[in-house]
């Protein structure tokens, strides 16, 4: 079915008195010529009535593929979109806003009719002081203030500055601010014209309360004559502007020009005119009403029931809130009537009777028309809390669907979203229909299904709102398509189309559709928000119970699987299962050396490896740093277990290339195996269990796997008693330091001491630091063990100079481990020993290992030159048993290589360990570096040292470690050589 005309309106607003007047107007036109209405609200949905000072956007190109031509009510569009309608062949009519320059008609009220017309009133009524509030920001008011100059001027009144009283704005909250400034002033005025009658109706109540008399001290008149003007007291005068007429005129000026192309004059005026009340000073106003002429005969003659009825039905077919002004009017007319009657003239008595039941009748037909606005707004109210709860329940029922509408009078409707919300503004902006609704009924019978059809629709904005709607309007001219944003500020989620009535009850902005239109924006933001919550919660159930490096579960949801475990197997008393503890070797060192992001790609990739040996049922797991779990399901047989470790160990153990960093590491993997049976009763067993096999494994032989049997849990006990006597040994004065010499291989003197610590444990005797730096250095117990040492090399140092200056060593060396080489108080703690204890530069060396070295390059070097400045000789410990950085070492102040005990023990038997050795003195010889040999055992080595050019060496063939008093006689008998 197709119509002849689509009229587009472009309104800020789609309901009240003044809006909804205006579509009506409209909508009654478009309806006798057979064509049809699509109205757009172009203000964000939940706009409370306002002036709008600048137009805005939001209407932009809905419908325009619908619409053969717009009309656009008050500045509702920009004027350059209002140009490429016209550009685009589209007529454009507007209602009271001009646009200059694009060729438009332009409809609006004559305000200067009705405003000259209320100040020759005001002069009749003896005024001549004639003040004017309003606010002048609004276009229209700027012209009701022109036809109020103009008709001063015409009487011979100069108009006054002091009589113009500005409003902030067209409520009655400006008409409150403009009385204010009229007593401020001093009452200068007899009489105001207002420019809306809500700032009329804020003077009457602000002077009211001031004590002031209206009309007595000051007469009133107002503008655009709303419903409670008759209801205020005094009822407010006011200029009548005939909205309904304005968008009649609109709508038959829009048709001729798609008709013929005509366009007949720019301006088209519509006279307003006053309505007089008592406000501007008359008594009992002078409705416009035409009363019958024989109505004093009718009233003082006999007048039947049916006569009085018919007489009352005539007169209250206008306006409801009039009703009271008629019945003064008949109240007048009958006295006059009977002004020359006797008391007892029947046609008093007539008069009277009829008067009485006139009036009766009159005010019956007032309570019903109120009672019927009541029962309008109670209705009205009732649905937008229905609407309002279903809406704000849009966790429970999505509001897409538009269910919540058949809570209303809507007869269809079709929300659509913005398939992309960051798509810049245009007619090809995209739109998918997201909901569709349609009332049961017989009128909408033939529609339901090609409404509901319109699910998943994709349709330019241009193309909005879809035919559909507009079909079942054309077939139903008594309902209009309007089409509201789904947008609040900057929560703009798309367009909602409604097939309805027109409202014009209910002020502007409190438009059923502009209220829904908000709470939809906010329960779609609701949804947005609680979706997003969704993901972030699953995020965080993630984030709680998943690796965030591997992806593996973590511990708590491994913890948590192996609970249902034990559970089933409670119930099954022959079933096993296994948990494999899994600790990488080697990881440390690449973690060390080529930093953590190496680590954590190393991490990653060794995940992968072990999920990909594992069968579904399985799990594995990141317990944390280096160390993995996982957990088999349903062991036949122990030695799957073992399976699964070797298949593990030889996947785990092939080399890993960090492509991030172009280096090919190799790890290996120590793992220990916990066969689980229903003596388990909690997870944390199991796991201990199975961390004490992998620890037996990593401590007996790297780079394999062990069963748990109790006998490693005796041992893992005593590990942990072995660790709290440690803790206590530096507390209970357990500790001592040995001192090995290191010798000149050229004269056999003694240079100096390496520093030894060894442990008197007070039930193991005297331990060495092979037996127990490990567990130290896996605790935090390294670095106050270390700083120890250091506090008592030099103290003895200090002794034995004070004690034999001549025979007291040039300097002692002291380890510094990985921990505490990188404490913070490093450098500061060795500096106040060597003060403390009064020791020159040179007195100590400190040992690193190479791992060092790589870790942090930059900050290593800036330690050392700190070290070095202190000066302190600074010796690689082990040279070439790590991953020596041959580039760094010339760039660092190295004094001193120290050839690793394994290459030196070769020497004589194994010549890769000889070329080995020589290598290493050519190259430290090539940088200047001193030469240290250690494990020196045989004279065999001592000669072969010697000749490669070693300067230095220690070992079991020169001096075992020995405590600092057997140390000062090994000086003083070298010295004898």
């Known amino acids: 079915m197709s119509r002849p005309f689509t009229l587009g309106v472009l309104s800020p607003f789609i309901g009240g008195w003044y809006f909804g007047g205006l579509l009506s107007g409209i909508s009654r036109v478009a309806v006798s010529d057979d064509a049809a209405m699509l109205a757009v609200h172009t203000l964000d949905a939940g706009t409370e009535q306002s002036e709008v000072i600048s137009p805005p956007s939001t209407g932009n190109h809905i419908g325009t593929d619908h619409a053969d031509g717009f009309i656009v009510v008050i500045n509702a569009a920009r004027a350059d979109y209002l140009a490429g309608l016209r550009a685009a062949g589209k007529p454009v009519v507007t209602i009271s806003h001009e646009y200059p320059g694009i060729g438009c008609q332009l409809v609006l009220p004559d305000n200067a009719t009705g405003v000259r017309e209320a100040v020759e009133h005001l002069i009749g009524h003896g005024h001549r002081r004639i003040g004017f509030v309003g606010y002048l920001d609004a276009d229209d008011v700027r012209l009701r203030h022109d036809g109020y100059l103009q008709a001063l001027a015409a009487r011979g009144i100069t108009p006054d500055p002091e009589l113009l009283f500005p409003a902030p704005d067209n409520l009655i909250e400006g008409g409150d601010a403009a009385a204010r400034l009229m007593i401020e002033r001093g009452m200068p005025s007899t009489a105001v014209i207002c420019g809306t009658d809500a700032n009329a109706l804020g003077v009457m109540r602000v002077l009211t309360a001031a004590g002031y008399s209206i009309p007595g001290d000051q007469a009133l008149v107002g503008f655009d004559d709303v419903q409670g003007a008759s209801y205020c007291t005094p009822r407010l005068s006011s200029i009548k502007q005939p909205v309904e007429e304005l968008g009649m005129r609109a709508a038959q000026l829009l048709l001729q020009q798609l008709r013929t192309g005509r366009i007949d004059g720019d301006r088209h005026y519509v006279d307003t005119r006053l309505t007089v009340r008592e406000s501007c000073g008359c008594v009992d106003g002078a409705p416009e009403i035409q009363l019958p002429a024989d109505l004093a005969g009718m009233l003082t003659g006999p007048l039947s029931r049916d006569a009085r009825h018919e007489l009352v039905r005539d007169l209250s077919g206008g306006r409801p809130e009039e009703l009271l002004s008629i019945a003064h009017r008949i109240r007048t007319a009958a006295i006059t009537a009977v002004g020359g009657l006797g008391f007892d003239d029947p046609a008093r008595q007539h008069a009277v009777t009829n008067v009485g039941e006139i009036i009766l009748a009159l005010m019956e037909a007032q309570g019903r028309a109120q009672y019927a606005d009541s029962d309008y707004l109670q209705k009205s109210a009732s649905m937008q809390y229905e609407v309002s709860i279903g809406l704000l329940r849009s966790h429970e029922e999505d509001p897409r669907g538009l269910a919540w509408l058949r809570r209303t009078p809507v007869w269809a409707a079709c929300l659509a979203l913005w398939r992309d919300r960051e798509e810049p503004a245009g007619p090809t902006r995209s739109l998918e229909v997201v909901g569709a609704f349609c009332r049961d009924g017989e009128e909408t019978a033939d529609h339901r299904e090609s409404v509901s059809e319109l699910l998943g629709t994709q349709l330019r904005v241009a193309a909005f709102p879809p035919p559909e709607l507009l079909e079942l309007t054309w077939r139903h001219p008594q309902r209009v398509l309007t089409v509201a944003p789904v947008k609040v500020d900057d929560n703009d989620w798309g367009l909602i189309a409604v097939v309805d009535g027109i409202e014009d009850r209910v002020s502007s902005g409190r438009e059923p559709l502009n209220q829904w239109a908000a709470l939809l924006t906010f329960a779609l933001q609701h949804q947005a928000v609680l979706a997003a ?262 103290r003895q140092l200090a002794a034995w100079r004070l004690e034999a200056p001549d025979s007291s060593p040039s300097h002692l060396a002291v380890n510094l481990s990985d921990r505490e080489f990188w404490n913070p108080d490093l450098v500061d703690n060795i500096a106040d020993c060597l003060q403390t204890h009064r020791l020159a530069p040179g007195s100590l060396a400190v040992e690193i290992t190479e791992s060092v070295l790589l870790r942090d390059p930059d900050e290593v070097g800036a330690i050392l030159d700190r070290l070095r400045a202190l000066g302190c000789e600074l010796h690689i410990d082990d040279f070439g048993t790590g991953f020596s950085s041959l580039e760094a070492l010339p760039k660092l102040p190295i004094d001193a290589l120290k050839i690793d005990k394994s290459f030196v023990g070769g020497l004589g038997r194994d010549p890769r360990s000889e070329q080995l050795v020589k290598t290493i003195l050519r190259m430290g010889q090539s940088l200047d570096l001193k030469l240290i040999a250690e494990g020196v055992e045989t004279e065999e080595q001592h000669q072969a040292l010697a000749g490669f050019g070693c300067h230095y060496g220690q070992g079991y063939l020169f001096c075992e470690p020995v405590p600092p008093e057997a140390a000062i006689t090994v000086i003083r008998r070298h010295a004898a050589l």
């Not at 119970?545 to 192996?562: A, E, I, K």
């Open 533 to 794: 919550l969704r993901i972030q919660e699953e995020r965080f159930r993630i984030a709680a119970l998943y690796d965030h490096l591997t992806g593996l579960p973590n511990r708590s949801l491994f913890v948590q699987r192996l609970g249902e475990t034990l559970q089933r197997i409670r119930q099954r008393s022959t079933a096993r299962f296994g948990v494999l503890f899994l600790d990488l070797d080697g990881f440390k060192l690449v973690n060390d050396s080529l930093g953590h992001d190496a680590g954590d790609s190393l991490l990653t990739e060794v995940a992968a490896r072990i999920t990909g040996q594992l069968p579904a049922g399985d799990t594995a797991a990141r317990f944390g740093g280096d160390e993995f779990l996982i957990l088999v399901e349903d062991v036949d047989d122990v030695s799957m277990l073992s399976e699964t470790a070797d298949r593990l160990q030889t996947v785990l153990s092939q080399p890993y290339h960090l492509a991030s960093h172009d280096e090919t590491v190799v790890v290996g993997a120590s793992i220990g195996i916990t066969v689980g049976t229903n003596r388990y009763t909690n997870p944390d067993d199991v796991l201990r269990d199975a961390d004490i096999a992998m620890y037996y494994a990593k401590t007996h032989d790297k780079g394999s796997s062990a069963i748990f049997d109790e006998a490693m849990h005796t041992r893992v006990v005593d590990r942990l008693r072995f660790e709290t006597d440690l803790r206590a040994a530096l507390e209970r004065h357990e500790f001592e330091l040995y001192y090995q010499p290191i010798i000149d291989l050229r004269t056999g003197r003694t240079r100096s001491f390496e520093v030894l610590l060894h442990w008197r444990h007070p039930s193991r005797g005297l331990l060495t630091p092979d037996q127990f730096l490990s567990v130290a250095e896996e605790t935090d117990l390294m670095r106050p063990i270390g700083l120890w040492a250091v506090e008592e090399a030099c």
